[in-house]
């Protein structure tokens, strides 16, 4: 183990000595990249794993280990990693022009919004770089809607618990977490949080001030929940019924993620307002609003803007993604894929119900309700080389890339059902020593 202590180190050495530290790491086989001071601010719990390359749903460790990913980046690598579709885009696109600003016209963007609107309920949309900064678009332009029509005391919105939007001000507050918002001074006002239970609750909820409702059809972070169609069906009906606007967050669940284009079709009725992102981009940072162009209708120039989102690289990475995620059988075959994979997972809670209490989800978004810690659970599955992400509720999200074939979605929970044996073990193990003291 090296331990360099940053002020014994001079400031110019300090690069230097981090690479060193990384090369003696990978040299005696284990990457500890915690042994050496990071210049990053310490917000994330990096696994000691890091990554140098990857191939369709697989990542490969910088100490050559192959690991099938059911995470793709939280949802992100929807088309796995080295598509060959997705590095031509980006490679022809970045070696042509990677930015303009918004103060002229991108045809890419055009191309990609005019896609969009054609596949979903939206008739505008307005691009941002980020998932937070799609929903505080979608914040802003809702609030605006009701002041341009009239009714400007109406800026509140009815949000969800075990929601999660994002980690900008406004995001935090309409999440409503108290771990994200300890220590962040006054939450932004505007944000009453009710859980999913009734209709008749939310109707009880909405007041004077009252401009919008926003809700993930499936809470991706909260722990794969997901919001009964009929429940949609009831704040649709609301919001018509009290002129609010319906505001889904599909961070998370859009883009063929749930075995449709987008989670709000499973549920025959659509939004006022839908943001993306995560999936758009393929791993490309990047996140969008749609609007029907009455919800937009109080976006006009200058209201809004971005220096970076909608940029022509960024277009050129989503519309790519668009190639293959709308060609004929591709999402179909995601919600064939989501099937046989709860399927499986069933019978894995059958096998294993001392570790598995409840399996839930849509599509390729789903989760496994477990009964030891899930960081533990997500640990023993990295022990398999298998990738999942820790969410609420105890959960451990699966979300594999959604080219994952069919062999690897079998592979994937042949790891589970290694990950859950092994915890078995463990867990005998740790009865026979407490008996045996
Ligand atoms: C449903 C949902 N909304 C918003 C966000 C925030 O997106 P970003 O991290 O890109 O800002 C996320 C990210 O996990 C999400 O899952």
């Known amino acids: 183990m090296i331990l360099l202590r940053r002020a014994a180190v001079p400031a110019g050495r300090r690069f230097c000595l981090r690479r060193l530290g ?7 086989g284990t990457l500890e990249l915690n042994n050496v001071s990071s210049a990053i601010v310490p917000v994330y719990a990096r696994a000691d794993i890091a990554f140098d390359r990857g191939e369709g749903a697989w990542l490969i460790s910088t100490t050559g280990e192959r690991y099938l990913d059911f995470g793709a980046g939280i949802a992100v690598a929807s088309l796995g990693y080295s598509h060959p579709h997705l590095v031509e885009a980006l490679t022809r696109q970045g070696q042509k022009l990677w930015h303009t600003s918004n103060l002229f016209q991108i045809p890419e963007g055009e191309r990609l919004a005019r896609r969009l609107t054609e596949a979903t309920f939206a008739d505008l949309v307005f691009f941002s770089n980020s998932g937070a900064e799609a929903n505080e678009a979608a914040i802003k332009m809702a609030r605006k809607w009701q002041s341009v029509g009239g009714r400007p005391e109406r800026y509140r919105f009815i949000t969800f618990e ?19 918002l300890e220590g962040f001074g006054p939450k932004v006002e505007g944000f009453d949080q009710i859980p999913v239970t009734t209709i008749e609750a939310v109707e009880k909820a909405i007041g004077p001030e009252t401009g919008a409702i926003l809700i993930e059809p499936i809470m991706g972070e909260g722990g794969v929940r997901v919001v009964p169609p009929a429940f949609l069906r009831g704040l649709r009906a609301l919001c018509d019924a ?11 669940t859009g883009v063929g993620r749930t075995g449709k284009l987008f989670a709000y079709q499973h549920s025959g009725i659509h939004p006022d307002i839908m943001t993306i992102a995560k999936g758009i981009g393929g791993g490309f940072p990047m996140g969008a609003c749609l609007a029907t ?30 190639d293959v995620v709308l060609a004929p059988g591709f999402i179909e075959r995601v919600a064939r894929l989501g099937l046989m994979l709860r399927q499986r997972l069933a019978e894995l809670k059958d096998r294993h119900d001392a ?25 023993a599955a990295r022990k398999e080389k298998l990738l999942t992400i820790p969410a609420g509720d105890n959960v451990v999200r699966l979300a594999p890339p959604l080219i994952v074939s069919d062999e690897e979605l079998l592979e994937g929970v042949r790891r589970l059902d290694a990950a859950c044996a092994r915890l078995e073990a463990e867990a005998t193990a740790a009865a026979q020593k407490g008996a045996a003291e």
Do not use: C
Request: overall charge negative.
């Open 22 to 28: 990384l090369w003696v790491g990978v040299l005696s």
């Open 162 to 180: 075990g929601a999660f939007h994002g980690r900008t001000l406004a995001t935090i507050a309409a999440g409503g977490q108290a771990k994200y």
């Open 242 to 252: 009290y002129g609010l606007l319906l505001v889904f967050d599909e961070i998370q």
């Open 293 to 322: 162009a009455d919800a937009a209708k109080g976006f006009t120039t200058g209201t809004h803007g971005t220096t970076f989102g909608g940029n022509p690289l960024a277009m050129a990475v989503g519309n790519a993604v668009l």
């Open 355 to 379: 570790i598995i209490e409840e399996v839930r989800g849509e599509g390729l978004l789903v989760g496994l309700k477990v009964k030891v810690a899930n960081a533990d659970f997500a640990a």
